[in-house]
């Protein structure tokens, strides 16, 4: 499962969100514009700053939207048939 750490109006988060897309990848968004979710945050990567990715199926998580978006192109492109 991936889990997306967002904010409203992140230009950051915008453009994993375009990749995201593009490669008809989908996460559960959690917006830090929500203070609880920017506390957990805080406390699972050590800073409050998104984008902020989880992969809980291969134990992976990172900051810095090139990252992540270099990482969904890595793990998650799907061939077609
Ligand atoms: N180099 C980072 C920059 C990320 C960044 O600047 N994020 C801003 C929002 S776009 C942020 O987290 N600000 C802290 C806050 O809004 O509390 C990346 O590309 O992901």
Do not use: W
């Not at 897309?21 to 917006?31: P, Q």
């Not at 989880?54 to 492109?77: C, F, G, K, P, Q």
Request: aromatic share 8%.
């Amino acid at each position: 499962m991936l889990i997306l750490y967002v904010k409203t109006g992140c230009f950051h988060c915008r453009k994993v969100l375009d990749t995201a897309k593009e490669l008809s990848i989908s996460f559960e968004e959690k917006n830090i514009a929500d203070s609880t979710v920017a506390a957990e945050l805080v406390a699972r990567g050590g800073k409050r700053q998104v984008p902020y990715l989880v992969d809980a199926d291969r134990n992976t998580e990172m900051y810095e939207s090139e990252d992540i978006a270099a990482y969904l192109r890595e793990h998650y492109v799907h061939s077609s048939p």
